[in-house]
């Protein structure tokens, strides 16, 4: 790997044979989260879903921000940022033979490159904390290179009781004709002060996963052909089962508990 340095903040750390150039970032320098790159995640499947929350979310001033686990009374939500929308979250809006809402303004969507997080990842289960690209079509056509994929970089829902990281997963679309590929867990390595770097170089051969400068898994595809949208997300667990509640391992929390990161950054091949 080789290093991009970006003045005043950390570097990144970006695969050899290719030249880079940066297209896209977030160094949340300041105390409020820039709203002309991120929105919030708040429906699930065309409804609002209780796990997500546009609270919980802090500027240190010293270029981190913080993605908190919010209580509110027996409940517990979490903040979910993303660069665009998925289509199929917007809310039916109740009348017309169109069964969504207006769309939402993407503020965000790329196609191919080299995607980097810097963060540190949750330090308490009953949540989890991932970095991913998802197509707004997602599942809109029969060929998911026309529509796009969902690409997983980095989940944590493995972490820290297992101490295992998921990274790789490709799907295809949702519901009964999807079909995952790529997934693999793997265990972190001791870094200073527990940052960890995770990205993706997408590219029209594929996928090639990337933790703090190391190769960590590859796919051929299938390869998404469109643009796609970055999201930083967390969930609080046990809000998709039925009956919907909050995980166990949520009553056990101390708080403050948050997700940590240092800058997202996006890089085309030139």
Same mark, same amino acid.
């Given at each position: 790997?080789?290093?991009?340095?970006?003045? #005043?903040?950390?570097?990144?750390?970006?695969?050899?044979?290719?030249?880079?150039?940066?297209?896209?970032?977030? $160094?949340?320098?300041? /105390?409020?989260?820039? &709203? /002309?790159?991120?929105?919030?995640? =708040?429906?699930?499947?065309?409804?609002?879903?209780?796990?997500? /929350?546009?609270?919980?979310?802090? =500027?240190?001033?010293?270029?981190?921000?913080?993605?908190?686990?919010?209580?509110?009374? %027996?409940?517990?939500?979490?903040?979910?940022?993303? /660069?665009?929308?998925?289509?199929?979250? *917007?809310?039916?809006?109740? #009348?017309? +033979?169109?069964?969504?809402?207006?769309?939402?303004?993407?503020? +965000?969507?790329?196609?191919?490159?080299?995607?980097? *997080?810097?963060?540190?990842?949750?330090?308490?289960? #009953?949540?989890?904390?991932?970095?991913?690209?998802?197509?707004?079509? *997602?599942?809109?056509?029969?060929?998911?290179?026309?529509?796009?994929?969902?690409?997983?970089?980095?989940?944590?829902?493995? +972490?820290? %009781?297992?101490?295992?990281?998921?990274?790789?997963?490709?799907?295809?679309?949702?519901?009964?004709?999807?079909?995952?590929?790529?997934?693999?867990?793997?265990?972190?390595?001791?870094?200073? #002060?527990?940052?960890?770097?995770?990205?993706?170089?997408?590219?029209?051969?594929?996928?090639?996963?990337?933790?703090?400068?190391? $190769?960590?898994?590859?796919?051929?595809? !299938?390869?998404?052909?469109?643009?796609?949208? *970055?999201?930083?997300?967390?969930?609080?667990?046990?809000?998709?089962?039925?009956?919907?509640?909050? %995980? !166990?391992?949520? $009553?056990?929390?101390?708080?403050?508990?948050? +997700?940590?990161?240092?800058?997202? &950054?996006?890089?085309?091949?030139?």
């Amino acid at each position: 790997m080789k290093t991009f340095e970006h003045a #005043g903040h950390e570097p990144s750390l970006l695969p050899e044979g290719k030249n880079w150039k940066l297209v896209w970032h977030d $160094e949340f320098d300041g /105390t409020e989260l820039d &709203r /002309t790159k991120w929105t919030f995640r =708040l429906n699930f499947w065309g409804k609002p879903f209780p796990a997500f /929350t546009t609270e919980g979310v802090e =500027l240190d001033g010293k270029s981190h921000l913080r993605l908190n686990v919010v209580k509110k009374g %027996d409940q517990y939500c979490s903040p979910h940022l993303q /660069t665009a929308s998925l289509t199929y979250d *917007i809310p039916k809006d109740g #009348g017309g +033979f169109w069964p969504f809402a207006p769309y939402e303004k993407p503020l +965000f969507l790329h196609r191919y490159g080299y995607y980097e *997080i810097l963060c540190r990842l949750n330090r308490q289960p #009953g949540w989890w904390t991932a970095f991913w690209l998802q197509s707004p079509s *997602i599942g809109a056509h029969p060929n998911p290179e026309c529509c796009g994929v969902e690409c997983d970089i980095m989940e944590s829902q493995d +972490f820290p %009781d297992k101490g295992l990281i998921r990274c790789g997963n490709l799907w295809n679309g949702y519901g009964s004709n999807a079909a995952g590929s790529g997934h693999k867990k793997y265990r972190l390595k001791e870094t200073p #002060g527990n940052w960890h770097r995770f990205g993706v170089d997408w590219s029209p051969d594929g996928y090639v996963f990337y933790t703090d400068g190391e $190769e960590v898994n590859r796919t051929g595809g !299938p390869v998404s052909r469109v643009e796609q949208f *970055i999201l930083v997300s967390t969930e609080c667990m046990g809000y998709r089962r039925t009956p919907s509640g909050p %995980d !166990p391992a949520l $009553e056990k929390m101390t708080f403050p508990e948050y +997700f940590e990161v240092d800058h997202v &950054r996006v890089f085309d091949a030139l």
